[in-house]
């Protein structure tokens, strides 16, 4: 039977590489975004075009009252037993001057979220029996990184929230993993490292490409991962 799978931020770099992987794999694809649906209604066509099955749908995981009716709506089609949550945002600065507002609107989409995204979820996935979720976290959340106090707490803390709702859900065949990548190549680091930091700070002397990280995701979402549960696994090249 095909399974249904939400990726938040699915319109993204690492989102929509793996929204095709895991639609690859037979699930049906909701493929979230934002502001930027058109991004998420063109990943749903490569997919379709590729002979899976995707559709798009928009919401700011940060308002809970609309998140919730969303995920209502997609309910009725049944559960979602695959869940990734790789929303995230980054509001860099040096914390002497970072603001309450890049304090907060970071913190907000990545751990809010992830609460507003994942609870309403969570009854209907318990109900089946089986069930993936696999939050996408950062090598900041683990090693701290200058300018990000606000992205690597905010990682940090979806670290200690994956390993608790493991324990919550782990007898009722439902696995919460996070994924944690080191410099991976998106645009959103495509003006934060140039080649040479890029051979600088990683062993492997590359960056990490979407697909090796979707790999990863779709693997943790499959039967093959059952038994993996309250991890944090990092996929960077070595660096730690």
Known sequence: MIKRALVTGGSGGIGAAICKRLAADGHHV????NRSREKAETVVAEII?????AEAVAFDVT???????TLERLLEGGPIQILVNNAGIHADAVFPGMSAEQWHSVVDVSLNGFFNVTQPLTLPMIRTRWGRIVNISSIAGITGNRGQVNYSAAKGALHAASKSLALELASRGITVNAVAPGIIATDMIAGAFDAEAIKNLVPMKRAGKP?????????????????ISGQVISINGGMI
Do not use: K, M, N
């Open 30 to 33: 909701i493929v979230h975004a």
């Open 49 to 53: 075009a590729a002979g899976g099955s």
């Open 63 to 69: 308002e809970r009252a609309a998140t919730a009716a």
């Open 211 to 227: 697909e090796e990280v979707a790999d990863l995701v779709a693997f943790l979402a499959s039967d093959r991962a059952a038994y």
